[in-house]
C-alpha cells in the first residue's frame, strides 16, 4: 500500500498533464458538437426541404462511422488532399463532429417536445421564425435537454480517451505511455480510472444542480 | 373591419369550411357558436393566418390575409389572439409575457412598453403578479395575462378562442368581466364562446355556425331568444339545458 502511495505520488503530476489535455480536447470538443448539433436541430426542424435533408444527410452519415474512423480519416487521410491539422485539431474537430450528431438528435428532441401552443403565441403577436425560435422555443426546449445533454457531455468526456490513437497525449496516452516505462499497470491504470471518476462525477453533480435551479426558476 | 367573403377551407379531402360570409364592423363583438366540430376554432384561426384557406378572402382592413402572404405578421401585430389554455410563455413573468411582443417585436422602448404592460396588468386586477410566474398563477390569472399580452399589441380586433372553456367554472366570471370591460371600449372583438349568457349581454352579433357554414346570423337578441333555423334552436336548448 505504501509503495502504491510513493508511487502514486511520483505519477500524478505526469498524469495531470494528461488531464489538462482531456480537459481542453473536451472542452473545445463539447463547444464544436453543440454549436454544430444546434445547426443540425434548427436545419430539421425549420421545416423547410432544402435544409432539412441534408442535415438528415450528414447526421446519419456521420452516426454510420466509427469515431476511430472518423478520428484517422481526418487525421491521416486529410492532409492527403493538403489539410494539414495537428493532433489536437483533428482530435476535437473528430469528437466534435462525430458528437455534434448524438447531439443534433437530442437538441431536435427538445425543440419537437416543445408544446404546440407556444409557437402558436408566439405567431399570434407577430413573431417571425428566428425570433420565435430565440425567444420562445429554444429557452423552452433547454429545459427539456438539459439531463440528456448532460448525458452526452459524459460520454464526451470518455469518448475523448479514443484521440489518444492519433497521439493526443491525454490521460489516456499519458497513462499507456507510463505504464510501459514503469511496467507498473496496476497503480498506473487504477490512477487514469480515477482520475476520469474525478472528472465525471462532479460533472454529473453540477448538471443536476443545474436542472434543479432551472426547476425553481418557474 | 374584418370581412369574410366565400371562405372555404379543407383539412385534407375534409371540407371544413363551405363558403363563409360574414362582415364584422369596427367597435363591434361577434359571438361566435356552433356545435363541437362545426369549424369555429378554425375560422377564427384563418383570420390571423395561423391556418391557410382555399378558396374566397378574408381581409382586415383592406388588407388580404393569405398564409403565404409577407404582410402575414403585420397582420398579427394588428389582431391579437387569445387561447383557450392561455398559451403564456412559463419561461417569463406575467409582466416579461406582456411585454414580450411590443418589445421584441415591435421594437418599442422597454421603458414605455414597461409602465403600459404594468397598467394593463393593473386594469385586469393582476397588478400584485406582475412578477409571478405564470405556474404560480390560477387559470383565471393567467388567461387575464393572456388577455393583457393580446392588449399590450394595441391591436385592432382580438380574437377569442372558448377562452372561459378551460377554466374551473369559479373562474369564468372574472375572465369575463375582463371582455365585458373590453367590449363597452369598443374593442372589436369576435368570441367563440358557449357562454350563451356571454353573448346575449356583450355581443352586438351573434353568427351560429354548423357544419361548416353560418346557418344564421343576426343580432344577438333576437337570435337568441327566437332562432328562426331548427338547428340553431336545437343547439340552444342542448347548451342552455343540458341533461
Ligand atoms: N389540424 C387539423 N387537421 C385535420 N382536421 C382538423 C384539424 N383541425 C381541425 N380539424 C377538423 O376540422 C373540423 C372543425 O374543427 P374545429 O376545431 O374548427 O371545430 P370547433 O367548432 O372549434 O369545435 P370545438 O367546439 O370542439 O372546439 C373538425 O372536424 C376537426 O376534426
Ligand atoms: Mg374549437
Known amino acids: ?218 | 373591419m374584418i370581412t369574410f367573403d366565400d371562405v372555404h377551407k379543407s383539412f385534407g379531402c375534409h371540407e371544413v369550411l363551405k363558403g363563409i360570409d360574414a362582415e364584422i364592423a369596427k367597435g363591434q363583438v361577434v359571438c361566435l357558436i356552433g356545435p363541437s366540430g362545426s369549424g369555429k376554432s378554425t375560422l377564427l384561426r384563418c383570420v390571423n393566418g395561423l391556418e391557410g384557406y382555399q378558396r374566397g378572402r378574408i381581409s382586415i382592413d383592406g388588407f388580404v390575409v393569405d398564409a403565404a402572404s409577407p404582410h402575414l405578421h403585420a397582420i398579427r401585430t394588428r389582431v391579437s389572439m387569445v387561447f383557450q389554455r392561455f398559451n403564456l410563455f412559463p419561461h417569463r413573468t406575467a409582466l416579461e409575457n406582456v411585454m414580450e411582443g411590443p418589445v421584441y417585436v415591435l421594437k418599442e422602448d422597454r421603458h414605455e412598453v414597461r409602465e403600459r404592460a404594468m397598467a394593463l396588468l393593473g386594469r385586469v386586477g393582476l397588478a400584485e403578479k406582475t412578477n409571478s410566474y405564470p405556474s404560480a398563477l390560477s387559470g383565471g390569472q393567467q388567461q387575464r395575462v393572456a388577455i393583457a399580452r393580446a392588449l399590450a399589441m394595441r391591436p385592432q380586433a382580438i380574437l377569442f378562442d372558448e377562452p372561459t372553456s378551460a377554466l374551473d367554472p369559479e373562474m369564468v366570471g372574472e375572465v369575463l368581466q375582463v371582455m365585458r370591460v373590453l367590449a363597452d371600449d369598443d374593442m372589436t372583438m369576435l368570441v367563440v364562446t358557449h357562454e350563451i349568457q356571454f353573448a346575449r349581454e356583450v355581443s352586438d352579433t351573434v353568427l351560429f355556425l354548423d357544419g361548416g357554414r353560418i346557418v344564421e346570423q343576426g343580432p344577438a337578441r333576437e337570435l337568441l331568444r327566437e332562432p328562426k333555423h331548427d338547428r340553431t334552436r336545437d343547439f340552444l336548448r342542448r347548451v342552455t339545458h343540458p341533461m
Open chain 1, 1 to 218: 500500500m505504501s509503495t502504491f502511495v510513493t508511487n502514486a505520488t511520483e505519477y500524478l503530476p505526469i498524469l495531470l498533464h494528461g488531464v489538462w489535455l482531456t480537459v481542453l480536447t473536451t472542452t473545445l470538443a463539447l463547444c464544436l458538437a453543440t454549436a454544430l448539433g444546434l445547426v443540425w436541430a434548427i436545419m430539421r426542424t425549420s421545416g423547410i426541404r432544402s435544409l432539412s435533408v441534408p442535415a438528415r444527410f450528414v447526421v446519419e452519415f456521420l452516426r454510420g462511422i466509427p469515431l476511430l474512423v472518423v478520428l484517422f480519416y481526418i487525421y491521416f487521410v486529410a492532409p492527403d488532399i493538403g489539410i494539414n491539422l495537428t493532433a489536437l485539431q483533428a482530435g476535437v474537430l473528430g469528437l466534435g463532429l462525430a458528437h455534434s450528431c448524438y447531439l443534433g438528435e437530442t437538441f431536435r428532441a427538445g425543440i419537437e417536445a416543445v408544446d404546440k401552443g407556444q409557437i402558436e403565441a408566439a405567431k399570434s403577436i407577430g413573431m417571425r421564425r428566428p425570433l420565435m425560435m430565440r425567444r420562445v422555443v429554444l429557452p423552452q426546449a433547454l429545459r427539456i435537454v438539459l439531463p440528456p445533454y448532460a448525458n452526452n457531455m459524459v460520454m464526451l468526456l470518455k469518448d475523448s480517451s479514443l484521440v489518444s490513437v492519433i497521439s493526443v497525449q491525454e490521460l489516456t496516452m499519458q497513462g499507456k505511455m507510463l505504464a510501459s516505462s514503469t511496467f507498473d499497470n496496476m497503480t498506473v491504470f487504477t490512477l487514469v480510472a480515477a482520475l476520469y471518476l474525478c472528472l465525471t462525477i462532479p460533472l454529473n453533480f453540477l448538471m443536476r444542480r443545474v436542472e434543479i435551479h432551472m426547476e425553481q426558476a418557474g
